[in-house]
């Protein structure tokens, strides 16, 4: 069975500096789809950004991209310039190639310091 | 923009009495979610459809949960008798289908059982 491990509960970052959230997975499978979704105190998910693993070339959303390494099963998270706004829950999440379920990890709290 | 909405918000019952929660899934999506959020299990999957069809409620527990789809524009989720542990957020997700399609979700319900 698939498995998402987020070995970071809490991490902190001062405003405007970069920080790197780091998720792990375990698969059988050779195509599949990984996200990372973001819950502000709202508890709203929001998707922050998502990657095939057929794709090589790493995604990227504005101040937010990943770090993909398919042989390691590493999808780590970077956020740059951080802002106060981006403090909240990050779960990352796997989805097989031809399934519709989602696999969480358990998340990482991100707080962000003036 | 489109969005998932859910009605309740917020739901304080007590324990025996039936709990219904409603999504809208946003217009044209066909498929349609419904995930449990707690502090011990984390995100996890309770029942899906597509094109208004059960097709997994593998996650739900039978004897009290019951998930429905009476039109494209409507997926309920009814707990009956509620317990205490029943208490968590449930979200609702659309998405258009399979393929590794992003899901979206809708902000929640907070369900508290006395």
């Known amino acids: 069975a698939q498995t998402v491990t987020q070995s970071q509960p809490e991490m902190s970052v001062q405003e405007a500096e970069t920080v790197t959230l780091s998720c792990t997975y375990d698969?059988?499978?050779?195509?599949?789809?990984l996200f990372w979704y973001k819950q502000p105190p709202s508890r709203q998910m929001i998707l922050v950004i998502r990657q095939e693993a057929y794709k090589q070339q790493n995604a990227t959303e504005n101040r937010f991209s990943v770090n993909f390494q398919k042989a390691a099963k590493s999808f780590s998270l970077k956020i740059s310039d951080s802002q106060l706004g981006d403090a909240a829950m990050y779960f990352c999440a796997y989805r097989g190639y031809n399934t519709d379920k989602l696999i969480f990890g358990t998340g990482t709290r991100l707080q962000v310091f003036p | 923009d489109a969005r998932v909405t859910q009605t309740p918000r917020h739901k304080v019952t007590e324990m025996g009495q039936e709990v219904t929660m409603r999504c809208q899934p946003i217009l044209g999506h066909n498929t349609v979610f419904w995930y449990r959020q707690t502090m011990m299990q984390g995100l996890e999957l309770l029942a899906y459809f597509r094109n208004r069809a059960p097709l997994d409620d593998s996650g739900m527990p039978k004897d009290r949960f019951s998930a429905e789809m009476p039109d494209a524009t409507l997926a309920t989720l009814k707990i009956q008798p509620s317990e205490p542990r029943d208490s968590a957020v449930y979200f609702c997700?659309?998405?258009?289908?399979?393929?590794?399609?992003?899901?979206?979700f809708g902000p929640g319900t907070r369900l508290l059982v006395l």
């Open positions: 698969t059988s499978e050779s195509d599949y789809y």
């Open positions: 997700a659309s998405g258009l289908g399979s393929g590794g399609e992003t899901q979206y």
